[in-house]
């Protein structure tokens, strides 16, 4: 007897974002996921960060609309600058594209990509996918 397990198949979150301004991808529900990734990748010059928000409170209906907007905390980062580890809210866009982050356990309910610009100018997909351990 095989069981199953869930899983969330990637599908891009940000499709065509322009950098030039600050973007936020659509809410995803990651309940009964427990390990979750998201990649950005990004072409032109932009100057800005990421940083991945997750909610316990944020609720919608089955028809996707938001009965509470909830509240929204960014996660703590960890990322190699090209010398060293360093542990922030945010990852800049000057470690280079593409980024990847393995984010293990996560045990909020609904989860967000933020990208704040800046300056400059470019064009950023992110992907998301997750799975249960």
Request: net charge negative; charged share 15%; glycine share 10%.
């Amino acid at each position: 007897m095989s069981g199953r397990k869930n899983n969330l198949k990637s599908f891009n979150n940000i499709v065509d974002g322009d950098m030039s301004g600050d973007l936020t991808s659509d809410v995803t529900d990651i309940q009964w996921l427990d390990d979750v990734g998201l990649q950005f990748v990004w072409t032109g010059s932009p100057v800005g960060t990421f940083s991945v928000q997750v909610s316990a409170d944020y609720a919608q209906d089955l028809n996707g609309n938001v009965q509470n907007p909830g509240h929204w905390i960014s996660l703590i980062l960890t990322y190699w600058n090209g010398s060293a580890f360093v542990t922030s809210d945010s990852i800049p866009t000057s470690v280079g594209s593409p980024i990847y982050l393995d984010l293990a356990l996560l045990s909020a309910p609904y989860i967000r990509a933020i990208y704040t610009a800046e300056s400059g100018s470019g064009t950023l997909t992110s992907t998301i996918t997750a799975k249960m351990v």
